[in-house]
């Protein structure tokens, strides 16, 4: 399964510093931060509590 992601820049995010690492320090674009990934990064991101929202499935 794959599934269309936008990592958010909510506050769990910018206190982990992922949020950052993302953006590299440019202004935050919904449009630029969203990313096809496969269920097993899925996982990984639920088990670190990174924010994302799912924009579509594929």
């Known amino acids: 399964m794959r599934v ?3 990592i958010t820049g909510d506050q769990k995010n910018k206190e982990k510093g992922f949020y950052l690492l993302m ?3 440019d202004t935050y674009s919904n449009k ?3 990313f096809v990934i496969d269920e097993r990064s899925l996982e990984v991101l639920n088990k670190n ?5 799912v ?3 594929k």
């Open 32 to 34: 630029l931060w969203e």
């Open 4 to 6: 269309k992601i936008r």
């Open 23 to 25: 953006i590299d320090g």
């Open 49 to 53: 509590k990174i924010g994302y929202v």
């Open 55 to 57: 924009v579509k499935e």
